[in-house]
T-cell receptor, first 111, second 114 residues
Framework: NAGVTQTPKFRVLKTGQSMTLLCAQD?????MYWYRQDPGMGLRLIHY???????AKGEVPDGYNVSRLKKQNFLLGLESAAPSQTSVYFC??????????FGSGTRLTVV | KQEVTQIPAALSVPEGENLVLNCSFT??????LQWFRQDPGKGLTSLLL?????REQTSGRLNASLDKSSGRSTLYIAASQPGDSATYLC?????????????FGKGTSLLVTP
């Protein structure tokens, strides 16, 4: 049972480039989340999804888009990367009984 | 907006000591509270989950308590070991207006010295 898998694990982008981060879960969870973690700021919610085909904005959504076309996948897109988006990105899914499961993170650097 | 605060921000103790990490939250209408451990450069590992109707949870040398009315939780670590060195995060489950997302504190960085 793989849990939550994030790809890629590391990425370096130039300012203005675009990319997509993939989160995949195999636990049949309805709820999925994208967070970013910055030094001194803790984890902040970017976007979330309450089921297939749904997305909603979290605390810091600007500059990001998301899609949940399949229940098991939650994609986070950066259309035009900025240095302020340098961060570690975590995906999570929520199950009714066992709480939240987090992926291992994607370390993104925008130069 | 739910605010979660963790005190202290950093803590250094000698091996063998018992220690307490503190977490406070501003809105007592919570669903549950979860404690995580994060090692440097790694993801989050769930340690304990306390439902809003519970007062405490225990796992091995870890004990977490919850006092909803006062908006506080504590994580007690008994007989600390160097392997306990990590950042400990407290998180409170939000309501439906945020998809029941977790609201995190900024963490307590723990160093246990041999």
């Amino acid at each position: 049972n793989a849990g939550v898998t994030q790809t890629p694990k590391f990425r370096v982008l130039k300012t203005g480039q675009s990319m997509t981060l993939l989160c995949a879960q195999d636990m049949n969870h309805e709820y999925m989340y994208w967070y970013r973690q910055d030094p001194g700021m803790g984890l902040r919610l970017i976007h979330y999804s309450v089921g297939e085909g749904t997305t909603a904005k979290g605390e810091v959504p600007d500059g990001y888009n998301v899609s949940r076309l399949k229940k098991q996948n939650f994609l986070l897109g950066l259309e035009s990367a900025a240095p302020s988006q340098t961060s570690v990105y975590f995906c999570a899914s929520q199950g009714a009984i066992y709480g939240y499961t987090f992926g291992s993170g994607t370390r993104l650097t925008v130069v | 907006k739910q605010e979660v605060t963790q005190i202290p921000a950093a803590l250094s103790v000698p091996e063998g000591e018992n220690l307490v990490l503190n977490c406070s939250f501003t809105d007592s209408a919570i669903y549950n509270l979860q404690w995580f451990r994060q090692d440097p450069g790694k993801g989050l590992t769930s340690l304990l989950l306390i439902q809003s109707s519970q007062r405490e949870q225990t796992s091995g040398r870890l004990n977490a308590s919850l006092d909803k009315s006062s908006g506080r939780s504590t994580l007690y670590i008994a007989a600390s070991q160097p392997g306990d060195s990590a950042t400990y995060l407290c998180a409170v489950k939000g309501g439906s207006n945020s998809g029941y997302a977790l609201n995190f504190g900024k963490g307590t960085s723990l160093l246990v010295t041999p």
